[in-house]
C-alpha cells in the first residue's frame, strides 16, 4: 500500500515536471518569435518556430504574430498560418501585403533585406521548408539556396 502511493506521488510529480516544462517551453518560444529580428538562418527563432507550428492552437499563436511589432515575427506568423493550414491565411497575406517594414531575412550564412510586403507574395516558396516534417538545418537552407539536396532523405 505504501509503495503504491509513494508510486502515485512519483508519477504525479514527474506528469507536474513535465507539464511546466511543455507550458515553459512554449510560453518562452512565443516571447522570443514575437521578438525576433531575424528570418530563417540558424538558431533559437527557427527552433521555436519548430516547436510551436506542431502544438494544438497554432493557429490562434500565428495569428497574434502577425500583428506583432516585429517585421520578422509577422513573417513567422504567415508562414505557421501556411504550415497549419489556417483560413485566417489569406487576410493575414491582406493584411502584409502592404506593410513597407524591412526585415534580414539570412539563407545559411547569406542574409538580404527585403520588405515583408515583397516576402508574402510568394509564402509556400519561403515558409515550406519550414514544415515539421523536413529539416531546418544546414541541407534545408542548401535546398532552398540550390534546388540541389546533396544529402538525400532516407526512404
Known sequence: ???????????????????VGIVGRTVFASWRLDHAGTVWGAGTPVLDFEWLVRLPGADARFSRLVHASSPAARIYGACGLYLSGSERLRASIDALSNDDSEVLVLYGCIGSTEKVKDFVRDVPGHCEHLRPEQSSDVRSEIRLLTGFNPWPDPA
Open 1 to 19: 500500500m505504501r509503495a503504491t502511493k509513494r508510486l502515485v506521488r512519483i508519477l504525479v510529480v514527474a506528469a507536474a515536471i513535465c507539464w
